[in-house]
């Protein structure tokens, strides 16, 4: 049986949505329905916590989804050894032109849009309301309550090599919080695909404070725009997660 099927059947037995299963992984609900869909598959540390939370054998989750078992054992020295013989094989076709390439990723970095990532995990923190006291003035500065996220990622964009926390808040207004994922750098050869984007609170900034609370995230899917249409920002972003479903996440703090 599909790995897929399995969980869609388990979630269904506990009479729970995509959402609340959601919950329970840390992820979000349009990965399980992925899962459940056959589109993706969990990583092994998710298939694990699978076995022991449907209380079902590891075997089992595993023994009949061939495809997930390729992707999960599939060498990652090999991965390697076909990228490393396509780059080479590239640079014997290409001759001049891989020249003026190489230029462009040494001044550039890359540009990763919604289409070029998969979100596999994403991080709660509330930070509750607080009262602080500047040392300097003595004054007593309420901060309100506001939330952080960690959202984990992956990209199969080639070339690109991603640092541990990449992208940061490019444009908020009061509805929405846009990201620029232009972090990392390009590589010829392998590269990291997974990170993190960890999006802070600026409340402590007491003149312009950027609350995260309340906000659906944006991606930023173009270089360019409109400098009189800036702000707005769903004409020129993908939405990659909503708040009504963000609000609904465990707090991992």
């Not at 500047?134 to 080639?158: C, G, M, Q, R």
């Not at 725009?225 to 465990?250: G, R």
Request: glycine share 6%.
């Amino acid at each position: 049986m599909k790995i897929g099927k399995i969980i869609k059947d388990e979630r269904l037995k506990r009479d729970l949505t995509q959402e609340q299963l959601a919950q329970e992984f840390f992820v979000t609900r349009q990965l399980v329905s992925k899962w459940e869909n056959g589109k993706s598959y969990p990583d092994l540390d998710q298939v694990v916590k699978m076995s022991e939370w449907f209380e079902l054998p590891l075997d089992y989750l595993l023994k009949e989804d061939t495809k997930m078992l390729d992707e999960l054992n599939f060498d990652t020295k090999l991965k390697k050894r076909i990228k490393l013989t396509s780059i080479i094989l590239g640079l014997v076709l290409v001759g001049v032109m891989l020249g003026g390439f190489i230029f462009f990723v040494l001044i550039d970095q890359p540009f990763l849009q919604a289409s070029d990532i998969e979100i596999t995990k994403v991080e709660k923190i509330i930070l509750p309301k607080e009262t602080i006291i500047n040392s300097e003035t003595n004054e007593t500065w309420t901060l309100p309550e506001d939330v952080e996220y960690k959202i984990h990622f992956k990209t199969a964009k080639p070339f690109v090599n991603l640092t541990k926390y990449t992208g940061f808040v490019n444009i908020s207004n009061d509805h929405s919080l846009q990201i620029l994922l232009g972090g990392g750098n390009w590589s010829l050869v392998g590269g990291k695909k997974e990170s993190i984007i960890y999006i802070q609170s600026e409340r402590k900034n007491l003149t312009t404070p950027r609350l995260n609370s309340g906000k659906d995230i944006y991606l930023m899917s173009r270089r360019k725009v409109d400098s009189e249409k800036l702000h707005q920002l769903e004409l020129w972003s993908d939405k990659i997660l909503d708040w009504n479903e963000l609000k609904n996440l465990p707090n991992n703090h």
